[in-house]
Nanobody, 122 residues
Framework: VQLVESGGGLVQAGGSLRLSCTAS????????LGWFRQAPGKEREGVSC????????YYKDSVEGRFTISRDIATNTLTLQMNGLEPGDTAVYYC????????????????WGQGTQVTVSS
């Protein structure tokens, strides 16, 4: 199982970035998928997850309405569209996967990408 993120970078506040995560070694339609982030000195937190069972989505309160998660099962790609970025969104962003539905918490996820840095300047 391998997950590879891309799309991070430096952006000014109010700008947008689109993160992508490409998976190999497993099929997306068997796994819960999520985006997590970790800022320096802080615990890793769930940003957005998409459920295996019904495709329903979860968003952390602070990103609701600004971020959109989506998955393409045909290409095994998970995407996070991030609009209206704020300095508080600065972190390393990780995609993750696990078999079966679970809360959007990092302790529940088994497979992780290497992370991509997102930096938002004020």
């Amino acid at each position: 199982v391998q997950l590879v993120e891309s799309g991070g970078g430096l952006v000014q506040a109010g700008g947008s970035l689109r993160l992508s995560c490409t998976a190999s070694g497993f099929s997306f339609d068997d796994y819960n998928l999520g985006w997590f982030r970790q800022a320096p000195g802080k615990e890793r937190e769930g940003v957005s997850c998409i459920m295996l069972s019904d495709g329903s989505t979860y968003y952390k309160d602070s990103v609701e309405g600004r971020f959109t998660i989506s998955r393409d099962i045909a290409t095994n790609t998970l995407t996070l569209q991030m609009n209206g970025l704020e300095p508080g969104d600065t972190a390393v962003y990780y995609c993750a996967a696990r078999r079966g539905d679970a809360p959007c918490g990092h302790n529940f996820y088994d497979y992780w990408g290497q992370g991509t840095q997102v930096t938002v300047s004020s």
